[in-house]
């Protein structure tokens, strides 16, 4: 299984980014998939997620409103849209899937990350 995160850059604040998270190597419709993100010298903190099956959404309470999880199941890709961006977004972000919230979280599968750099 490989997950490839993508679409990470320098953007100012206030500006919007996408980035997408492709994933090969199996069927993932009973999966979960999110997004993960960490900051140098920082924890790593849960973004947010999606159900593959029914497209159910749930974020972190600093992205709410801002940020919005999407998956196009033909293209087993799925797409972090982020707007009103702050300095403190500045991270390198994970895609990760897995069978639960809790497994995804401990032991799935995770992409490489992507670097995303906001500019005050």
């Known amino acids: 299984v490989q997950l490839q995160a993508s679409g990470g850059g320098l953007v100012q604040a206030g500006g919007s980014l996408r980035l997408s998270c492709a994933a090969s190597?199996?069927?993932?419709?009973?999966?979960?998939m999110g997004w993960f993100r960490q900051a140098p010298g920082k924890e790593r903190e849960f973004v947010g997620y999606?159900?593959?099956?029914?497209?159910?959404?749930y974020y972190g309470d600093s992205v709410k409103g801002r940020f919005t999880i999407s998956r196009v199941n033909a293209r087993n890709t799925m797409y972090l849209q982020m707007n009103s961006l702050r300095p403190e977004d500045t991270a390198v972000y994970y895609c990760?899937?897995?069978?639960?919230?809790?497994?995804?979280?401990?032991?799935?599968?995770w992409g490489q990350g992507t670097l995303v750099t906001v500019s005050s």
């Open positions: 999606i159900s593959w099956s029914d497209g159910r959404t």
């Open positions: 990760a899937a897995g069978i639960t919230i809790a497994q995804m979280t401990s032991s799935g599968y």
């Open positions: 190597g199996r069927t993932f419709s009973r999966y979960v």
